[in-house]
């Protein structure tokens, strides 16, 4: 019964923001490495970014580099991105992942994470 689920999805203009959370049910995030990945339609899912398991690393794609931050609180067995200054380009299902490791790293591979929620639409239109 180890699932993950996202929320904070929408619909948001150019240049808005949003914060997507990551819910654990059925475990605890304490020892996982959290990513975010998105895929937007004809598109291959694509890593955006990675925490440790403490918290204590971050990645990210260049690609959202300096837009989105990544955060955690273990306490709430929730993961979080926060996304600012979208642009259309960033429309996409995001989905949270995560896999029994201190560590994340830079690659942001998809076939890393054992555990993934349903996704959460975010689409950037005016």
């Known amino acids: 019964q180890l699932q993950l689920v996202e929320s904070g999805g929408g619909l948001v203009q150019p240049g808005g923001s949003l914060r997507l959370s990551c819910a654990a049910s059925?475990?605890?995030?304490?020892?996982?490495?959290i990513g975010w990945f998105r895929q937007a339609p004809g598109k291959e899912r694509e890593g955006i970014s990675c925490i440790s398991s403490s918290g204590g690393s971050t990645n990210y794609a260049d690609s959202v580099k300096g837009r989105f931050t990544i955060s955690r609180d273990n306490a709430k067995n929730t993961a979080y991105l926060q996304m600012n200054s979208l642009k259309s380009e960033d429309t996409a299902v995001y989905y949270c992942a995560a896999v029994l490791l201190i560590m994340c790293y830079d690659g942001l591979f998809p076939y890393e994470y054992d555990y993934w929620g349903q996704g959460t639409q975010v689409t950037v239109s005016s």
């Open positions: 059925g475990f605890t995030l304490d020892y996982y490495a």
